[in-house]
């Protein structure tokens, strides 16, 4: 059951559920919290569920997502899709749904991103998959300039779809937390 819950600018929803993979957020925390901190609380929150109590599975959709895009987020600021392909993150990205749920969140840039990576990614799989050491992957970024293309683009784009992202979270709360 859901209740709706007015505030001065937008509209939240209230889970009134006792879902265990749901961790409780303060209203305050979702309408004042920076987008990164925001994101911050809620992943960190999943982690200890799933140190605590659940399996990976258990899970929501919309949590395994923003879990993922924590790992997208995270491996292309450390060292592009080559990094992320090079730490077997590709299951997470490419292979789940993740592009397609983005679309749903209003990241739409971020998701045609992905989609140009996914594209890449499978028709050179083997060979992205074989490069091991860390001077074979600095070697592959002269083999797939297109990478380096997609992680500039990443970055030109990356806080206004974080901001569109929040702005999903907030309005689709019950998919995320029990807002206290």
């Excluded at 499978?122 to 293309?149: C, D, G, R, S, W």
């Amino acid at each position: 059951m859901q209740t709706m819950m007015k505030t001065d600018k937008d509209t939240f929803y209230k889970n009134k559920t006792d879902k265990k993979t749901l961790p409780q957020i303060n209203i305050e925390e979702l309408i004042n919290d920076d987008t990164w901190d925001l994101f911050f609380k809620l992943i960190s929150n999943y982690y200890k569920l799933l140190d605590d109590e659940i399996e990976e599975h258990d899970l929501t959709d919309a949590q395994r997502t923003l879990m993922a895009f924590n790992i997208l987020y995270g491996e292309i600021t450390t060292g592009g899709f080559l990094e992320l392909i090079k730490n077997g993150h590709c299951n997470y990205i490419f292979e789940f749904r993740f592009s397609e749920t983005l679309k749903k969140w209003g990241a739409i840039e971020l998701a045609a991103i992905i989609d140009q990576a996914r594209k890449i990614y499978f028709f050179q799989k083997t060979e992205l998959e074989t490069a091991i050491t860390t001077h074979e992957i600095f070697e592959m970024y002269h083999h797939y300039p297109e990478f380096n293309v997609l992680d500039n683009a990443f970055f030109k784009i990356m806080n206004f779809q974080a901001d569109k992202i929040k702005h999903y979270i907030q309005h689709h709360i019950d998919e995320f937390a029990i807002v206290v």
